[in-house]
């Protein structure tokens, strides 16, 4: 379901800029990806014969190298669906903030983006200027310039990082 989750919701919302960016070798990605799912369905097939008892890689690594292993498993599962969550509620308030700009509403970039990316585009700007920026790391930029100051401290509020509200004091830059 974590896979699932995380194939998905990569396909449908990050495919336009994979298919710009890399080409056709997109194309030779999904058959890469196409064999990997048969051979892992091959192989929960025959984990499925071999246990009469339904249940998920839980139900095979206890049966198959015992209860510590299987709850190590149990974990990696539950970790598994954290991250999924995570992608799917970032490409939701994507696909959430292109259609509020679709009825004209616009939100800030400093709303819409992690500080992280504009952080990154700082101090790419600052290392080696304004002309090595790609648009993405342009956008990044203005959202760190736009964003709100008090003093020399940046506020922002992120919910998908937790509620930050001052930025990083030691890495601000005045612009």
Not at 51 to 59: D, E, L, R
Not at 144 to 163: D, T, W
Request: charged share 5%.
């Amino acid at each position: 379901m974590g896979i699932a989750a995380i194939v998905g919701a990569g396909i449908f919302s990050t495919i336009g800029l994979a298919s710009y960016e890399g080409g056709p070798a997109v194309s030779l990605l999904f058959i890469f990806t196409a064999f990997a799912c048969v051979f892992t369905a091959l192989a929960y097939a025959q984990f499925a014969s071999t246990v009469p008892v339904s249940g998920s890689a839980y139900t095979y690594a206890y049966v198959a190298f015992g209860e510590l292993f299987a709850w190590i498993i149990g974990w990696a599962l539950v970790l598994e669906y954290a991250v999924s969550n995570t992608v799917i509620a970032i490409s939701w308030s994507q696909y959430f903030v292109s259609m509020l700009e679709g009825f004209g509403l616009h939100i800030p970039a400093w709303l819409s983006m992690a500080p992280g990316y504009a952080y990154d585009a700082v101090d790419k700007m600052n290392q080696h200027g304004m002309s090595s920026l790609t648009a993405i790391d342009q956008h990044g930029l203005a959202a760190f310039n736009s964003a709100p100051r008090i003093g020399e401290c940046l506020l922002y509020l992120i919910y998908p990082r937790g509620n930050y509200l001052f930025g990083h004091l030691a890495r601000l830059y005045r612009y």
